[in-house]
Each structure stands twice: as C-alpha cells, then as structure tokens.
C-alpha cells in the first residue's frame, strides 16, 4: 500500500528527517509515536508534498508520488485529517460533506477484489450523529470534538485507499476520545489502511498493529503493538510510559 524509503527533509539548513522508512499494507493500521519534535509531523509532511524529500522515496500503491503537489498525491488515494482538523469556519457541515462527496480523489488502485467499505454521506452521518444535527451550522460554531468528527467524516466520503491521520486526539475530552477511538476502529474493520500520527500511546496502541517510534528524526523501534508494550526500556526513553 503505502512505502517509504530513506525520507530526508530539510526546513531550511535544518536535517530534521535522517532515513526515515516505514511502510502500511492493505487493510492495518499503522502508528507514528514519539515525542513533540520527534519527526512525527513532518514525515506525514513529506509523505503529502507539504514538505520536500531532499532524499528517498515514497510510494502508494506501486506509484512513485515522491514530492508530487499534493493535490496530485491526494488524488492518488490519500484521505488526510490534519492536526488541526482543517475545517473552514464559514463553510456549514453539509457543505463540507457535500464539497467531499463530489470529490472524484479516491477509488483510484482499488480493485474489485480488495474487500473495503466505501462510504456515502448517511454512513458517515450514522457513525457522527454528533454533527448529522448541525449541518447547517458553520464550520466555526462545533466545538473541536466536533470538528475532529467532520475531519473524519470528510475524509471518508473521498473513499481514500489510505486514510492518514495527524493527532487526532489532540485537545479533546476523553470521552471524546474514546468515541473516535470505537469510530477509527470501525473503519479499519471495513478495511480501510490507516497511518496515524498520535502522541496519546494508549490510543495509539489500541488502534495500531504496528507502530514505528521516532526520535530527533531517527526511527529508534518499529514493530508490533504487543513487541512495543514488552520493550520498556524503549518506552521510558522515548515515550516515558
């Protein structure tokens, strides 16, 4: 599904990613942890054109979209929630529903063979009830569970064969929280590969088969969630649990 091979990014003369490789297959969930400067951001950055590879090489699908536009990288399959959410604030519910819906993005490198749930508005509507009672209000007027919920639901109606999430649970209650963890849940159950960017490891390891753990733009640990939670030497350096 999604490969990525050596990343090296640069924010000026700054090396901030060092060789960063990674990879999701069809149909798992995948986790980027580690601390605030880790590199986390940036590689979703780098993976999306947002940021420039200087070195290495990304790849969905088979398709080489190594510093692609993003618009060009989006309509190769990517459904993105960024971390903060992205929703414009005089556009109502219904409109960003509809705006999504009419996307022709996804459903490219799908084949009749993958068994993945697509997505039309009333699926989303029923997994967001939260926001199914306020299409008509503006982006502005939900509060930032809310908005996460649209985030989501705007991604999913492009049918994306990759939906990438950064910090999902950034800012939110926890029972907030909770809900878009049994959401997140529900869609990797229907198939749909995920890569999350989540400082919240709790969160991250109840959704995520495997995770990669970054520091100062290095990859310190990939492996399963299981492999992570037995590895507690790695855990108190990095992520201090």
Known sequence: MLHVDALHTYYGDSHILHGVSLNVGAGECVALLGRNGAGKTTTLKTILGLATAARGKVSL????????????????????????RGIFPTLTVGEHLRLAASSKVARIGRTKSQR????????????????????????????????????????????????????PSEGLAPAIVDFLEERLLEIKRGGTPILVVEQNYYLATALADRVYLLSQGEVKFSGTTDQLAAADQIRATYLSV
Request: aromatic share 6%; no cysteine; hydrophobic share 40%.
């Open 61 to 84: 699908k088979g398709v080489d979209i190594t510093n692609e536009q993003t618009f060009q990288i989006i309509r190769h399959g990517i459904g993105y929630v960024p971390e903060h």
């Open 116 to 167: 993945v749930r697509t997505y039309v508005t009333d699926d989303v509507l029923k997994m967001f009830p939260r926001i199914a009672g306020k299409l008509d209000n503006f982006g502005s007027q939900l509060s930032g569970g809310e908005q996460q919920m649209l985030a989501i639901a705007r991604a999913l109606l492009a049918n994306p064969a990759l939906l990438v999430l950064d910090e």
